[in-house]
């Protein structure tokens, strides 16, 4: 499902240029559940921002689903991320003006409906109720059916986080990146959470941890370790949670 060629990440300074990643090669199969971890300046961060579409690499290939996507135009990786791929952040990033439903939904304001969508919804009402449909059903599966209609600071931090997963699931991503999703919650909810994420594992959705936290990379049978932008180790472990 992915793979990366010898990937590397420069950025420009007002002294001289710093690599962030160096010649990085990693495949990652579907359905696989996957620990990328290193300390702070590892290039963790500008990893998961390439993998995700958020950033450019510098040199390299990245080959998702079969297709290069590093020399796509900004509109392109905007629908394929759309599409495919979906975050959860340590800060939940929800809009505290909007309840956890009209949150839920935003990423459906986005989407490009197939051609299908559009000869059989012609009506704006049509398409609202389909996505509000959507959102609940994403909703309830994070168990949050009587949270729908609250806001943000209504919820804790647990409960914002599992809108944050919702947000992430509700276009049937075929991709979960999940950055330090445990950073901003107790050691409980942190377990509720990770064990959510490796449901959705189990059940054949590809899963990308991104952490300094060897607990939460714990959850993860594989492990792949960064340091000063370079893959140091890649390894397989039997001891999941």
């Given amino acids: 499902m992915i793979e990366l060629k010898d990937i590397s ?51 390299g290939q990245y080959i998702l689903d079969g297709k290069r996507v ?30 956890a439903l009209d949150n839920v939904m935003l990423p459906l304001l986005y989407a490009r409906e197939s051609n299908g969508d559009k000869k059989r919804l012609r009506t704006r009402k049509e398409l609202e109720s389909l996505r509000q449909r959507k959102a609940e059903e994403v909703l309830t599966l994070m168990g949050l059916k009587d949270r729908m209609a609250h806001r943000p600071n209504q919820l804790s931090g647990g409960q914002q986080q599992r809108v944050s997963i919702a947000r992430a699931l509700v276009n049937d991503p075929s991709i979960l990146l999940a950055d330090e999703p445990t950073g901003a919650l107790d050691s409980h909810t942190a377990q509720e959470i990770m064990t959510i994420l490796k449901e959705l594992n189990d059940r054949g959705m590809t899963v990308i941890l991104v952490t300094h936290d060897a607990e939460v990379a714990s959850w993860a049978r594989r492990k792949v370790r960064l340091k000063d932008g370079k893959i140091v180790s890649d390894s397989m472990e039997s001891g999941t949670q």
């Fill in 9 to 59: 990440r420069i950025y420009s300074t007002h002294s001289q240029p710093v690599a962030a990643l160096t010649e990085v090669s990693l495949s990652i199969r579907d359905g696989e559940m996957v620990a990328i971890m290193g300390a702070s300046g590892s290039g963790k961060s500008t990893l998961m921002n390439i993998i995700g579409l958020l950033d450019r690499p510098t040199g």
């Fill in 70 to 99: 590093d020399s796509l135009s900004e509109e392109e990786l905007s629908e394929i991320r759309n599409r495919s791929i979906g975050f959860v952040f340590q800060q939940f990033n929800l809009l505290p003006r909007l309840n």
